[in-house]
């Protein structure tokens, strides 16, 4: 017996939609179809979730970060006797080299302009003594302070447009603040490192007059805009700062507003530079703040200025249980270094070294977070 005629049968359907008290055929219809499909092949089973995790590999990649390089000036006048470009970073070329990539902040604009190495407080870098950035293995710089202006518009410009031609990648300046505040992002071992940079002037005035070309460290707007796409580019998160009063050991409230910030935003180490003597540290929030690394290639004369520490930061990702990865610092290797000649960073032997550490409450030459 059909479906339908079950039904007609059962419900005495006479086939007369007008009959009282009787099922009309359309429904009964209906009722067949619905009877028919739930009798029929069974409901298949709903389709299995096809978004497969993606397995994060474990990676590990370290960089080395340094504080104000001015090659310019004296350092300029220093590789004119020893005749080589070079010159400024022969003493720690192994360590530079032996890191996946360096950082650090550029102090003097490349202006194009061979013939001026500065002079005073306005500084200049010649064309080829940049060359020592690209040897000892200079991915990123800083740009973002306060002698970024030293030589105008042009010499900015020209500033980002050597560096281009060198691949080195720039932070802290730009034609405009979107792009002064545009994160960069450096890749290593299959880590990828997001920078940003800011500073407390925008030319050598004390902070006092802005401009649209160089990245504040008031504009906490653009901060947090910075981090987050930073955070979306990468899988680890530095904020550089050029702040803070020169020749002190303390951060002051700026600095420290700042660099808080940046955490509480989504950095993953705060690094700065500026005051020309190496600075005590932080730890906010479970991630380090280096107030400031002090001077690296400069050829001021008095002791603290001649002081300067380096930073091997070792990152590692892990898998984190999810099918992700976290990356985070696996240890951070504390490097002072001596400036010998008003030019030349050397590392610093072991009596220097207990002494600079001691200056700035370390006893140990390395940090392992959590321990």
């Not at 560096?163 to 002064?180: F, H, P, Q, S, V």
């Not at 906490?220 to 700062?241: C, G, H, N, P």
């Not at 009063?245 to 500026?274: C, L, N, S, T």
Request: proline share 5%; glycine share 10%; with cysteine.
């Amino acid at each position: 017996m059909t479906i339908f005629l079950f039904f007609k049968k059962m419900f005495g359907v006479s086939g007369d939609v007008n009959a009282s008290n009787r099922m009309p055929v359309f429904v009964l219809v209906a009722l067949s179809l619905v009877f028919s499909a739930a009798c029929g092949k069974p409901a298949p089973e709903p389709a299995a979730n096809k978004t497969a995790k993606v397995e994060v590999k474990p990676a590990a990649a370290n960089f080395i970060a340094v504080g104000d390089m001015m090659i310019s000036r004296g350092v300029a006048r220093a590789i004119d006797r020893a005749g080589n470009p070079l010159f400024p970073f022969q003493k720690v070329g192994d360590l530079l080299k032996a890191s996946d990539f360096s950082f650090g902040n550029l102090e003097s604009p490349i202006s194009g302009d061979d013939t001026r190495v500065g002079k005073g407080l306005v500084f200049n870098t010649r064309v080829r003594d940049v060359a020592g950035l690209s040897e000892f293995n200079f991915k990123i710089v800083n740009l973002a302070n306060n002698h970024a202006w030293d030589q105008g518009m042009k010499g900015l410009v020209n500033t980002h447009k050597y560096l281009d031609e060198r691949g080195i990648k720039y932070i802290g300046t730009g034609e405009n603040l979107e792009r002064a505040w545009k994160p960069e992002v450096v890749e290593a071992n299959g880590i990828k490192f997001g920078f940003v940079g800011a500073s407390y002037a925008s030319i050598n005035d004390g902070g006092v007059k802005r401009n649209d070309y160089v990245a504040r460290i008031e504009e906490t707007e653009f901060l947090e805009r910075s981090i987050k796409q930073a955070k979306a580019e990468s899988d680890f998160v530095v904020v550089t700062m050029h702040a803070g009063i020169e020749y002190v050991r303390k951060p002051h409230q700026p600095q420290i507003d700042f660099a808080r910030k940046a955490i509480d935003f989504g950095a993953d180490i705060v690094i700065g530079a500026h005051p020309h003597w190496i600075q005590t540290t932080e730890t906010y929030k479970g991630k380090m703040i280096f107030y400031s690394l002090g001077n690296f290639i400069f050829d001021q004369r008095k002791p603290d200025t001649r002081e300067g520490l380096m930073l091997k930061i070792s990152v590692r990702r892990g898998p984190d249980g999810q099918g992700g990865g976290l990356t985070a610092v696996e240890r951070i290797d504390l490097i002072p270094v001596i400036i010998d000649d008003f030019a030349v960073p050397r590392p610093a032997n072991d009596v220097e070294t207990a002494a600079i550490l001691k200056k700035i409450g370390y006893t140990e030459r390395f940090i392992v977070p959590g321990k």
